[in-house]
């Protein structure tokens, strides 16, 4: 497990994840021409409130690679 430490909404956080996501998540932003910090900001202000934030970051990852290998 690593951490990712970002702002949201002025108020810094970290998430832990696996390095196997931290480098998906790497992967896409590079893609996307976007930052990190931006697509974790994106993904909380979407989720639910009872959504753990790490699990939110997860699932979206794993949702893009299924749409990308359109599964």
Known sequence: ??????????????????????????????????SVASIIQNIDAQRTPNTNLSSAVRSYILRRYMKESKL
């Open 1 to 34: 497990m690593k951490k990712i430490s970002v702002s949201l909404s002025g108020h810094q956080t970290s998430i832990s994840l696996e390095s196997e996501f931290i480098d998906a998540l790497n992967q896409i932003a590079k893609r996307d021409n976007v």
